[in-house]
Structure formats: structure tokens, C-alpha cells
């Protein structure tokens, strides 16, 4: 069989022109226009974007559950359209508020069940069906009913489950819905070490969650209404929203030998405004502090700008370095911020 | 979630208040109960599709008439009273099993497909009146059928009361019948709720049983004593019964036929007040229970 | 950063991988078929309700035949039958609830997702679902014959208990495999499964001629014997173990016997096409196969 030779793409996934219609009741729904996107081995890979914004589309589509209207994709060099049997062999999935299985089982059994399914010889199956429930800390509940399960607990399972066949690509759609805090961090920290355990295991993962995705992936997509709006480290992205850096600097008071006029025409320095005069300190203790924002074409010109302070007397409190979050983009670049679009939804 | 669940949550605000059994403000509770029934009536009654019509009123009804008339055959040919018979008892009792259907159908849908049980009715009381008003809706469609059995039943020979059917003793009999059913599905309801995913076809079995000790369609005296007075005990053996002289003229052959009327009549209503007094209670019972143990959000197929 | 430590040959690794030998598919479709059945044999049984509903309301629908042949005096050799075809019921029943339905509740539950996206066939999901089923029916349709013959003291007469054993397991065979093709058709149907499933109840059981011959059908028992495999099965069973009613079969056993055979190879074959056809028909639409979230 004429199969494009694994070699000749270097990408964990690859797509290409994927777009994807809904033939719906009104109409036709455009889920995905034209997508291009590309992971590399060992990369773990961010798609954030509003309800309905086609992330979980792209995803059914790159694991075989769907079929794409236009373009192509392909895991590891595998067209996920072509060679849905090979695809089907190296991957797994993991989807939030999922009630899978089968709620008389056990959880151990179940997890065996599905080690059968996905293609290992029984005592290997066994065997990293008990090694799972010991990185997953749920020895605990091994020999209980899946029914008497609560939802953090089910989802540990599923994700042991999507462990089991130690699949180089790994999708999961909102896998930590749902989770409390303590839970969540437990299953990202078995992603992450999962990861580790064998270079150029790929995760691909839709989050509402902007902590999360700003913490775990090392690239991020930007989607909306079916296309990428932006892409990148999530530093790359937050320099999308702001070119400059800002430098907060607290000083007790701004002394008379220094305008805001003289400041601004050190070398480097794009613009000094007073954020908070006679502000309070960040104890809420103790006097007032003046605080000054100053934009910087780079870091390295705050030395400038500190000298030049120090020079005229003034009392330095505080300096910190002012990031714009991984929200702000979302909302700059999607028009909304993504809990609005969430409330939406909230019944 | 399909297109139901809008309509429940307008349903439970309007009802969540105060329907609490057999308490609470009597206007209310009858509020709640037309928005269940209405709500029952968007679930159950698929009237536009033709193949529901299809099935439920004409093949099922009719298939099981012909499966007892076909076993009844197999003991020498039919003569026109025993078609009587058997007739009669399996229009009643498509009502009967229908109605027995619709609380833990509407239950389980909940749980089960639409999982929202857990969101919506957190409340015994909530749940009531949808799980009334589902057995009521499921036994009115039934009723349709079982006026189409009992048309059949005479194009193929049933003999007819002369003069007409009783239409008051039918209209008091009718009226026992269906509020008792109605009691015993919620009950009903409130049990299976608690069991595996193939529940779905319990009250359907539970159903087959009654059908078994009520007479329906052999006379009560081929049972085992033991099992008689189980029937004797059933409302709907009593409700059967009543049907049969209405329509037919005639009282059963056997113990049964004996009473009078008036005496059946009697028996009938002490049944009915009851299960109506007990049904609620079990309900609540029941669905507490099966909301400590988590049962109402769990889904247990294999 | 990604990069790092991924080896030059990640590709051709991963890509060797995939390649599974024969051997491999064999024993991994062995596999998948056992680990589906295991819930369904051993989970089954776990809530003690099972008892209850799984055996004593099949046997009260039972009585009810049993007593009404009573009421009309009816010969005591119908009791034997009407009690071998409340065995086979349990087996048709399980085909509507646990295999037609199923792959909704599959569907609905998510578990569906997850087979597609394994490695498995739904092929040997669906076998593993018939094997675990008609083994779960297995044991209680023989409590059921064993307390019913007791309970009515009926007598069976089994000159030829190979091919009893044969007609059974043909029958069985045949009805699962048609519950496979019904669990395709149900999926496809959406909301009018529900009224599909109480089609194939009752009234199967009429034109299955399970608890009155469907020679006393006439024309529709041909057909029945034609199409529906509880039809042939049941004629056959009755022939086989109650001699005495043998005037009663519409067909002679060999022919039925046949008949059981073509209808497990048709629907089979039915059976995997419209896997195939469901998994190409999800894939396109994105309904079938995925629950709407
Ligand atoms: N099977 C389907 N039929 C019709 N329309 C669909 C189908 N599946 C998805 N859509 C539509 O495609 C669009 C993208 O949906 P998708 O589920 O991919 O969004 P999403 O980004 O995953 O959203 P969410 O954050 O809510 O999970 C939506 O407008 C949705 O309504
Ligand atoms: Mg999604």
C-alpha cells in the first residue's frame, strides 16, 4: 500500500487546509475554516478558545471520529483519514465529564477491560493496569464500583485509562472540568510525567481554564469560530497584546529634582506615567508609596531609569515587572473574555 | 439533552414550591400537575409521528390480544364468551401496563439519557407530579388502544351488554381503575429507581405479573389458592371485573361473578383510597432513599 | 525545548509500531471480544435485584400462559413447550434491551468515543456484547426451564439431544446476530428505537410463534419462519423436545435447522456491514457516534 513514507513529515500532527461544515437543521454550520496546524514530537499543545469555537471538532477530526470536509491531517506521518487503523494503534483520548464504562465494574476491572481493547498481551495489560492505579494514587478505590465513583475519581480512572496503552499522541478535551483544585493538579502533574517518561509523547489539549494552559502548554493556538487567531509559547502570545515592557517602580515620594518629563527622555524609556500616588504599600502598613509605571523598549534600560531616580534622592520601595496574562490576549484578540462566553452556556 | 429540558425547568420552578405530598396548598398542587401532565404530554405523545400511532395503538394492543387468542385456541376452538373474556381483560390492561410504565420511564430518562435528574428535581416533591402526570398521560394514550382492542374484540365476536354498554358503572369503574394504577405506578417508579439500567423493563415484568393474579385473562379460580387471594387483593381484578359486566352484560364465570355489583363496587373503592393514601408516602420514600444512596445519578448498564 | 531528547527515528519507530502481524489482530479481536463480555457475564449478577427480576417475572409471564392452556384444559404437553419458549424469550428479550438498544446507551455514555478511537473493531464489540449476553441468558434461561418444569411438573421426551443442543445454539446465534444488525438500525433511528423496541417485543412473540405455533398463522408463519429467527427456533425446539406436539411444527427440523443457518451467515454478514456502515456514517455526520455535549 501506497502510505506517504512516516519519514517524510517531521510533525507529531499535522494539518493542512481542514475545514469541517455541520449539515444542521437551519442550515450548515462551519465547525473549522481552513485550519493549519502543526505540533512537534514532545510538544505539549494548547487550543483555547469560547464555546463553540470549533476545538473539540479539530479534535474528533484528528482522532478519527470525524471526518474533515476539506484538507488533511496526519499523527506521526499517519493520515488520520487514510490510516485510521494505524492512528487508531498510537493514540488515546481523554474528554471532560465523561460517564464511560460500565458502572458494575470495578474500577480495576474496568480499567482491564480496556487494556483488552487497546492491543497488549493480558499480563502486560494487567500489569500497567496496576502500575496506573498506583501513579494515579487511587489504590484506594480499586476494587470499587465505578457507579459509587464521585466525578474527580471517575476521571483519574479515565485518564489511567488513556495511559494504558502509552500512546505517543495524546488528546484531551477539557480533560480537568469538573475537578476540584487538588484533583486537577494531581492529573496534570501525571500528563507532564507521562511526558517525560518518553521523549516525543505528544499531548494536544483544549482548556477553558487559562491558568492551566499558561502552566502546561508549551504552545498555544488561539481559536475562534473556526479559525486560529494567533499561535505560540505563551510568552510569544502575551507580547502580541504588549510590545513593551512595563516596569512598576514604588518610590516613597517622587523627589522635586526629577520631572516625569526628565525620566521619559532617558534612553529606552517609551513612556512614565504615576500609577497610584501616596498608594498604599503592599503590607497596607506603614507610608504611602508612589508608584510609577514605565514603559520600556527593554529590560535593560531600567537601569537607566533607576540611577537617574536614585541620583535625585528618591526612596525606592518596590520594583516589579508588569506581565499582561494569557487572558488579556484571549480577550483582546477574541472580543470577549472566555468565562463571559462560559456564563452563557452555565444552566 | 433533547428538546425536554427547557420545559422541566420552567416546570420545576413553577412547581418546586410547595408540592409537597398530600400537603401544601391544594391550587398549587394542581398547578403542578396540568405543567407535569402538559410536560408528560411533549415527552410521551409523539402524535405526529404516524409510526408511533402505528404501534402503540394498533400492533402492539393487538398482537398481544392475538398471542392470548392464539394460546387460548390451542385448548379447543373459541367460543364467543371466553373471546369475551379475554378480550375485555387485555383492553383494560393496556391501560394498566402503561400506566405503570410512565413514572420510572420518566424517571429513568432522567437519570439515564438526559441526566439531569440530579439538577432539576432534587426534590421528592418535584418529582411527583411529573411522575403522576407521566402515568396519567401513558394510560390516557393507552386508553385509545384499549377502545381499538375492544372494537376488534367485537368485529371478531365479543357479545356486547344488550342495550349498550353500562356507561355509569363504566364512567365510576374507569375512574376507581385509573386512579388506583396511577398510585401503584409511582410507587412502582419510586422502586425501580433504585435498580440497573435494564429497569426499563421492570414495570413492564411487574406488569406481566398483575396481569398473571388479576384475572385479566383466564378466571381467577385456574390459579392456586395462595395466588387467588393476591388477585382478590389487586384493585385492577376488581376494575377488570367491573369493566366486563359494563360492557358486556355479563359477570365473570367463578368466585368473582358472584358479588354483586354494588358489593364490587365497594371493594374497588376501599382499594383505590388506599393505594392513593400510601402511593405518595412510598414515593418520597423511596426517592429519598435513592438520593442518599447517589442512585439518582448513576447509570448501570453492562 | 520540544525537541529535546525526541529521537531522529521517533517516525520509523512509531510507524513499526503500527504494523501488527496477524497473529497479533487474532489475538487482540480475542482480546476485545472477552473483555466486552466480561461485564456483561460477571457484572450482570452483582446487584442481588437480579434474581428477582431476572427470573421470577419471566416466570410469572410464564404462568400466565401456563394457567390460561389450564383454564381451557388444554393438553399438559403444552405446558413443556410453553415453558421451552419462555427460555428462549429470555434470550429474545436480551436481544432487544442488551443488544438492540445498546449501542445508544453506548453511544449516550461516551463509551462509544472510546471505541472508535481504539484500536478495536466494533466488530468484536459487538461479538463480545453477544457472547456476554447470550451467556448471562444462558444461565437463567436454565433456572427458568429447570424451575418451571419442576413448578408445572412438565415432561420433555429428547430423542435427539444433539440436535436440540444444535437448534439452540443456531437459534441463539442467529438472534444475536440479528440483535447486532437491529443495534445499527436502532442507532440510526434516534427517538423511534424506543418504539421500535416494544415492535419487537410482543408481537414477535406472536409472529415468533413462541407460545402457540405459528403454523396456527398461516401465511405470516411462513413469512415468520422466513425472517425471524425465533420462528424456526422455536418450531424446531418444540418438535424436538415435547414429541407429542411434533404434528403442531410447521416445518420439518432439518429444513428449520437450515433455515437457522442461513439466517446466522445473512445476518452476520447484515451485521458487519452496517458496523461499517454506522462507523462511515458517524465519521461523516458527527452524530451517530458521539454524544451531543
Ligand atoms: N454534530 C454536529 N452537528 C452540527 N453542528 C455541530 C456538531 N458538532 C459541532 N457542531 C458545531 O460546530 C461548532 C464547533 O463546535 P465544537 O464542539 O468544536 O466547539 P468547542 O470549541 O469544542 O466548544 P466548547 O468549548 O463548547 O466545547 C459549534 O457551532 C457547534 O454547534
Ligand atoms: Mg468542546
Known amino acids: ?347 | 439533552m433533547e428538546s425536554c429540558s427547557p420545559v422541566q425547568i420552567d416546570l420545576t420552578s413553577r412547581t418546586s414550591r410547595a408540592f409537597g405530598p398530600l400537603r401544601g396548598d391544594a391550587a398549587d398542587a394542581a398547578r403542578s400537575l396540568i405543567a407535569s401532565a402538559r410536560l408528560a404530554w411533549a415527552i410521551e405523545g409523539n402524535w405526529a409521528e404516524p409510526f408511533f400511532l402505528l404501534v402503540y395503538l394498533i400492533i402492539r394492543p393487538l398482537a398481544f390480544l392475538g398471542l392470548f387468542l392464539a394460546v387460548l385456541s390451542i385448548g379447543g376452538t373459541l367460543n364467543p364468551a371466553s373471546i369475551g373474556f379475554v378480550v375485555v381483560g387485555q383492553a383494560v390492561f393496556q391501560i394498566v401496563g402503561a400506566a405503570m410504565q410512565g413514572p420510572t420511564h420518566a424517571l429513568l430518562d432522567d437519570r439515564e439519557r438526559y441526566r439531569t435528574i440530579r439538577y432539576i428535581f432534587a426534590t421528592p416533591s418535584s418529582l411527583l407530579p411529573v411522575s403522576i402526570g407521566r402515568a396519567l398521560v401513558k394510560a390516557l394514550i393507552a386508553a385509545i388502544s384499549a377502545v381499538i382492542v375492544i372494537g376488534v374484540g367485537a368485529l371478531i365476536g365479543m357479545p356486547m351488554r344488550a342495550g349498550g354498554p353500562d356507561l355509569p358503572l363504566l364512567l365510576v369503574v374507569m375512574t376507581l381503575g385509573l386512579t388506583s394504577i396511577v398510585g401503584l405506578g409511582i410507587a412502582l417508579g419510586a422502586v425501580c429507581v433504585q435498580l440497573r439500567n435494564d429497569a426499563w423493563g421492570y414495570p413492564q415484568a411487574v406488569a406481566g405479573s398483575v396481569f398473571l393474579l388479576c384475572g385479566a385473562i383466564f378466571p381467577l379460580d385456574t390459579l392456586p389458592r395462595a395466588l387467588q387471594l393476591i388477585g382478590a387483593a389487586l384493585p385492577m381484578t376488581w376494575w377488570i371485573e367491573g369493566v366486563r359486566r359494563a360492557l358486556l352484560g355479563t359477570a365473570s364465570p367463578g368466585l368473582l361473578g358472584e358479588l354483586s355489583t354494588p358489593l364490587l363496587l365497594l371493594v374497588l373503592t376501599v382499594g383505590t383510597v388506599l393505594i392513593t393514601l400510601a402511593a405518595p408516602r412510598l414515593f418520597t420514600i423511596g426517592i429519598d432513599r435513592a438520593r442518599e444512596k447517589g442512585y439518582l445519578d448513576r447509570s448501570t448498564a453492562s | 525545548m520540544s525537541a529535546a531528547g525526541v529521537p531522529k527515528d521517533l517516525h520509523a519507530r512509531i510507524y513499526a509500531e503500527t504494523e501488527w502481524s496477524l497473529s497479533h489482530k487474532l489475538r487482540h479481536a480475542a482480546q476485545s471480544v472477552v473483555g466486552r463480555a466480561y461485564p456483561r457475564i460477571f457484572g450482570m449478577s452483582r446487584e442481588p435485584s437480579w434474581l428477582f427480576f431476572d427470573l421470577v417475572f419471566p416466570t410469572l409471564g410464564m404462568c400466565s400462559f401456563v394457567f390460561l392452556l389450564r383454564s381451557r384444559g388444554a393438553d399438559e404437553a403444552w405446558i413443556s413447550a410453553t415453558i421451552l419458549a419462555s427460555a428462549l424469550l429470555t434470550f429474545w428479550t436480551s436481544v432487544i434491551w442488551m443488544m438492540a438498544g445498546q449501542f445508544r446507551w453506548e453511544r449516550d455514555s461516551g463509551n462509544m468515543t472510546l471505541y472508535i478511537t481504539a484500536p478495536v473493531g466494533l466488530g468484536s464489540i459487538a461479538l463480545g456484547m453477544a457472547v456476554g449476553g447470550a451467556v448471562g441468558m444462558a444461565f437463567r434461561a436454565g433456572i427458568i426451564i429447570l424451575g418451571g418444569s419442576l413448578l408445572f411438573g412438565a415432561q420433555y421426551e429428547i430423542r435427539e439431544p444433539l440436535l436440540l443442543a444444535l437448534t439452540m445454539l443456531l437459534g441463539i446465534a442467529a438472534m444475536y446476530a440479528l440483535g447486532v444488525c437491529l443495534a445499527a438500525v436502532f442507532l440510526v433511528s434516534g427517538r423511534e428505537a424506543d418504539h421500535l423496541g416494544d415492535l419487537l417485543n410482543e408481537p414477535m412473540q406472536l409472529l415468533g410463534g413462541l407460545f402457540a405455533p405459528v403454523r396456527s398463522l398461516g401465511i405470516f408463519g411462513l413469512l415468520a419462519i422466513g425472517i425471524l429467527p425465533l420462528a424456526p427456533a422455536a418450531d424446531a425446539m418444540r418438535q424436538l423436545a415435547v414429541p407429542q406436539l411434533a404434528a403442531s411444527g410447521l416445518l420439518p427440523v432439518p429444513v428449520e435447522l437450515g433455515i437457522l443457518a442461513v439466517m446466522f451467515v445473512v445476518f452476520s454478514l447484515l451485521s458487519h456491514f452496517s458496523l461499517a456502515f454506522i462507523e462511515r456514517r458517524g465519521r461523516a455526520d458527527g452524530k451517530l457516534l458521539t454524544r451531543a455535549d
Open chain 1, 1 to 347: 500500500m501506497a502510505i506517504s513514507t512516516p519519514a517524510a513529515s517531521a510533525a507529531a500532527v499535522e494539518v493542512s487546509g481542514v475545514g469541517r461544515v455541520f449539515q444542521a437543521k437551519g442550515g450548515s454550520v462551519t465547525a473549522l475554516h481552513n485550519i493549519d496546524l502543526r505540533i512537534e514530537p514532545g510538544e505539549l499543545f494548547g487550543l483555547l478558545g469560547p464555546n463553540g469555537a470549533g476545538k473539540s471538532t479539530l479534535i474528533k477530526i484528528l482522532s478519527t471520529l470525524l471526518l474533515p470536509s476539506s484538507g488533511s491531517a496526519s499523527i506521526f506521518g499517519l493520515d488520520v483519514v487514510r490510516d485510521t487503523a494505524r492512528v487508531r494503534r498510537i493514540m488515546n483520548l481523554v474528554a471532560g465529564g465523561d460517564f464511560s464504562g460500565y458502572g458494575l465494574l470495578t474500577a480495576r476491572e474496568q480499567l482491564a477491560m480496556f487494556a483488552q481493547f487497546y492491543g497488549m498481551p493480558y499480563a502486560e495489560g494487567m500489569r500497567r493496569v496496576d502500575a496506573q492505579i498506583e501513579a494515579f494514587g487511587i489504590t484506594d478505590i480499586r476494587d470499587r464500583k465505578i457507579s459509587a465513583l464521585s466525578t474527580g475519581q471517575r476521571q483519574k480512572l479515565n485518564f489511567a485509562r488513556s495511559f494504558l496503552n502509552e500512546p505517543w499522541m495524546l488528546f484531551l478535551d477539557e480533560p480537568t472540568i469538573g475537578l476540584d483544585v487538588s484533583a486537577a493538579r494531581d492529573v496534570r502533574e501525571r500528563v507532564r510525567a507521562f511526558q517525560a517518561e518518553q521523549p516525543g509523547r505528544t499531548v494536544l489539549l483544549t482548556t477553558h481554564y487559562m491558568a492551566e494552559a499558561d502552566e502546561m502548554c508549551d504552545r498555544i493556538a488561539i481559536v475562534d469560530h473556526g479559525r486560529i487567531l494567533a499561535q505560540g509559547t505563551p510568552t510569544e502570545l502575551k507580547r502580541m497584546v504588549q510590545k513593551e515592557t512595563l516596569f512598576i517602580v514604588g518610590v516613597d515620594e517622587l523627589p522635586a529634582a526629577v520631572s516625569l518629563g526628565t525620566l521619559r527622555e532617558l534612553p529606552g524609556v517609551i513612556s512614565v506615567v504615576v500609577r497610584d500616588a501616596d498608594g498604599a504599600d503592599g503590607n497596607g502598613v506603614g507610608s504611602p508609596v508612589t508608584r510609577l509605571a514605565i514603559a520600556l523598549r527593554e529590560d535593560a534600560a531600567l537601569g537607566g531609569v533607576i540611577s537617574a531616580l536614585a541620583a535625585a534622592g528618591a526612596h525606592l520601595r518596590e520594583i516589579s515587572k508588569s506581565e499582561p496574562t494569557l487572558e488579556e490576549v484571549f480577550v483582546q484578540l477574541v472580543g470577549r473574555g472566555i468565562s463571559e462566553s462560559d456564563s452563557e452556556q452555565a444552566l
